[in-house]
Nanobody, 115 residues
Framework: QVQLVESGGGLVQPGGSLTLSCLASGTSSSASSMGWYRQAPGNQRESVAIWGSGGVINYANPVKGRFTISRVNSKNTVYLQMNTLKPEDTATYYC?????????WGQGTQVTVSS
């Protein structure tokens, strides 16, 4: 049974940094893509950063230049380094992985940017 477990969320002041981690366990198959999404109250879930097939990386415009996605393929692990955080980055962040044609989601980790 595939499970995605996120960690690293928390409360941070504007301008601060956080690193999120996500591990996909319960499978020996490598994920074809892994990425991060977020959802703020009252908003739809949106893509933040995706490490796609062939190592193609895409960032949402609001996070370009501030967030960096990285991945350890052998461990089905993906990270999101978030710098220069802004109050509008406040949301629940979800990890998503596509493994052998199926899509899996983590339970989410809360990121709150506030002074």
């Amino acid at each position: 049974q595939v499970q995605l477990v996120e960690s690293g969320g928390g409360l941070v002041q504007p301008g601060g940094s956080l690193t999120l981690s996500c591990l996909a366990s319960g499978t020996s198959s490598s994920a074809s893509s892994m990425g991060w999404y977020r959802q703020a109250p009252g908003n739809q879930r949106e893509s933040v950063a995706i490490w796609g097939s062939g190592g193609v990386i895409n960032y949402a415009n609001p996070v370009k230049g501030r967030f960096t996605i990285s991945r350890v393929n052998s461990k089905n692990t993906v990270y999101l380094q978030m710098n220069t955080l802004k109050p509008e980055d406040t949301a629940t962040y979800y990890c998503r992985a596509q493994i052998r044609g199926s899509v899996y989601w983590g339970q989410g980790t809360q990121v709150t940017v506030s002074s």
